[in-house]
């Protein structure tokens, strides 16, 4: 084991040597070269912890792989130190000490790496040794750390509540306000609130400045220059912007200057100035690039993709358009949101009980007290021996019965615990077979889904939001294509879940069997056909026990579009479900026969609405679970206004930055309520 850790000890001093050279002083250098010497030697642990500790002040910002290296080594050497039950409670101070600012910094690491979850999990160990050593200071440090995590997880309002918790416990200086005022003012911003976010960050501007806190100062510019862009402000942004340039270059910061150069590049570009844009984001490219920066090389190359799209040079746009979508990918986060509210979930159980080394060491402490106070009583003791023994038996006898009394307690509880287990075993088993059935059915729906391919090649530009209630759904969307013409639809069957799913795999059956077996092209036609061969499906109970049941209502609402491509031309039909078209930033609405695609009272033939299309138009295709949705601050339905609105602000984004908003807002509004419906929402540009 010693031999792997001098191998890549030995290893990591290369790398650190080659990379990074150029960035430190001759003094610097040596003094990491002793202690580098100290960690590999027979030293005490506690001079290798804190060499390392010094080797990792002098290189944290320039080299992440050794800082998380360096800080995993603190960790291990501290937990077997912890187990020494004679350390004294001076010791087992120091080195808790040094395993909480590990976790911090490994922590701080990894949210750099994207690595959000683990993150979170050493965040919280940290917080645990400040609330051992009732530390405000690193207990603030721990809650803004966390409101990081959340805001980067696009949950402002969590990440608001940690860094209000951060901000109660410290602001004693300028450099805390400015931190928090820009902290809460991108969760404002997040919110909605521009008002709110806009005087964050001048406070934070203010606090910044006071103590020469460039790289604040860069981060506050950028923010508000944002803020000021999506008012149309477009000068006092470029203002703003060259502020932010101009502080980021006091202290080195490429990736901010990066983006900065992009921010600027965006305003030229609303403002239909080409070659400022083309310039700006050029100089945002080519600084990202050497910096590394995934986030500014994938806003400029989008940025360039624009402005060579708007004037004319197709090659070029096609290229920045490819690198945009190749950085954008690697970007994408590789854990899912619900694990972070997972985490949140188990955080106030996790505050409660220590799992690692701080309880361990915490009662090696009290078992410490416990001893002294044992030895004090036996001094008393011997003070009081003749009473002492009338006590002693006394307590014997009482003892005893509570021995006894005890013992028959357990018997009648292990027999007690013994029922419970096994009715729980039985429970977890018929669990387990019911979520496997389920989770059979999930993949067997996903199959009659069109794949990310299929509806790429036939669409190049879209986006689906699809989002069950449960682990199966009773909406699906399906796409089908015929001779020049593209099919595609959007459809909410009746219920959700395991009975929404069943009701879907008999819609999706029908609409396959219209277009394909009765070769139909007209939407209004291949509707009126899929209601036929679902009501003949769900009237088909020959069984005795059928024939005395109500007959069955199921069936979908639905949006189905054909799409003549040659003639440009879009031929729709819907069943209660409208279709929303976007052109020239007015959104109207194709509207939908108010019947549903089942059994009715009043059936009418579907009718058939054709329209001529244009470049740029975006069609919208939705079941009403967005709309339906409670949450809100008063707890009610988002509603379609609202759903409208948000269609509309949002529709010149690329159509991934859409489907980000689509299901941020949707997550957002719903908070903490319940889900209440499936959803489901198409985007297509033409």
Not at 428 to 444: F, G, V, W
Request: hydrophobic content about 35%; some cysteine.
């Amino acid at each position: 084991m010693s031999d792997l850790k001098s191998a890549l000890a030995i290893l990591i001093t290369c790398i650190f040597h080659l990379s990074g050279l150029a960035q430190f002083t001759d003094e610097e250098l040596h003094k990491i070269d002793s202690l580098k010497a100290v960690t590999e030697s027979q030293a005490h642990d506690s001079l290798k912890i804190d060499a390392l500790i010094e080797w990792d002040d002098i290189i944290y910002l320039y080299d992440s792989d050794l800082d998380l290296w360096l800080n995993e080594q603190i960790l291990e050497l501290t937990k077997p130190a912890l187990n020494n039950p004679h350390l004294s409670n001076r010791e087992v101070e120091i080195y808790l000490g040094a395993r909480g600012m590990a976790y911090n910094n490994l922590g701080l690491v990894l949210v750099d790496k994207g690595k959000y979850k683990e993150a979170l999990e050493y965040f919280q160990n940290s917080l645990r040794i400040a609330d051992y050593f009732n530390d405000d200071i690193k207990r603030a440090n721990a809650y803004n750390n966390i409101g990081m995590i959340y805001d980067r997880m696009s949950s402002p309002e969590k990440a608001l509540e940690f860094f209000n918790k951060s901000f109660s416990l410290d602001s004693s200086d300028a450099f805390s306000k400015g931190t928090y005022y820009n902290n809460s003012g991108l969760c404002y911003f997040a919110l909605g609130d521009t008002n709110k976010a806009l005087e964050s960050y001048k406070l934070s501007l203010k606090y910044s400045a006071s103590i020469e806190d460039y790289n604040g100062m860069g981060n506050t510019y950028s923010n508000m220059a944002l803020i000021l862009f999506n008012r149309n402000l477009f000068e006092e942004a470029l203002q703003n912007y060259d502020s932010a340039i101009a502080a980021y270059q006091k202290v080195g910061v490429d990736e901010g200057i990066a983006l900065a150069y992009n921010g600027k590049g965006d305003v030229y570009l609303e403002l239909n100035q080409s070659q400022p844009a083309k310039e700006n984001c050029e100089m945002g490219y080519l600084l990202a690039k050497e910096s590394g920066s995934l986030s500014g090389l994938k806003a400029n190359c989008n940025c360039l993709y624009f402005v060579y799209k708007n004037t004319g040079n197709v090659q070029k746009a096609l290229e920045f358009h490819e690198l945009y979508v190749g950085y954008r990918d690697s970007l994408e986060k590789t854990e899912k949101k619900q694990e972070v509210l997972k985490l949140d979930f188990q955080f106030n159980l996790n505050q409660q009980k220590s799992q690692d080394s701080i309880e361990f060491a915490h009662q090696q402490k009290m078992e410490r007290i416990s001893y002294e106070t044992s030895l004090e009583r036996k001094q008393n003791f011997q003070y009081f021996l003749f009473a002492g023994i009338a006590v002693c038996v006394i307590v014997g006898l009482l003892l005893l019965r509570g021995f006894l009394q005890k013992k028959r307690d357990h018997e009648i509880i292990a027999q007690q615990k013994k029922e419970v287990e096994l009715q729980k075993h039985i429970v977890e088993e018929k669990n387990k077979e019911i979520t496997d059935s389920i989770n059979y059915a999930k993949r067997i729906q996903e199959a009659i889904l069109p794949g990310e391919s299929l509806l790429k090649k036939a669409l190049p530009e879209n986006f689906v939001y699809y989002k069950p209630k449960d682990i199966v759904a009773g909406d699906f969307y399906w796409l089908e294509e015929k001779e020049n013409l593209i099919l595609f639809a959007v459809a909410d069957c009746t219920g959700h879940g395991v009975p929404g799913a069943m009701v879907s795999v008999v819609c999706h059956n029908a609409l396959n069997r219209s277009v394909n077996e009765f070769n139909l092209l007209d939407p209004g036609k291949i509707l009126d056909k899929t209601r036929e061969l679902v009501i003949e499906t769900f009237e088909n109970e020959t069984s005795a026990d059928l024939k005395s049941a109500p007959t069955i209502r199921d069936g979908m609402d639905i949006s189905l579009c054909v799409l003549d491509k040659s003639k440009k031309q879009l031929h729709f039909s819907g069943a209660n479900n409208h279709l929303y078209l976007v052109r020239n930033n007015q959104l109207s609405e194709l509207t939908a026969d108010k019947q549903p695609v089942g059994k009715y009272a009043d059936e009418k033939p579907f009718k058939t609405t054709t329209l001529s299309l244009e470049t740029n138009d975006i069609l919208y295709l939705y079941t009403d679970g967005y709309a339906d949705q409670f949450g809100g601050p008063e707890g009610k339905k988002f509603k379609y206004k609202q759903f409208k609105e948000l269609l509309i602000r949002n529709h010149k984004l690329a159509l991934s930055e859409q489907l980000d908003i689509i299901s941020s807002t949707f997550e957002n509004w719903r908070g903490n309520l319940e889900q209440i419906d499936d959803v489901c929402v198409m985007g297509v540009q033409l």
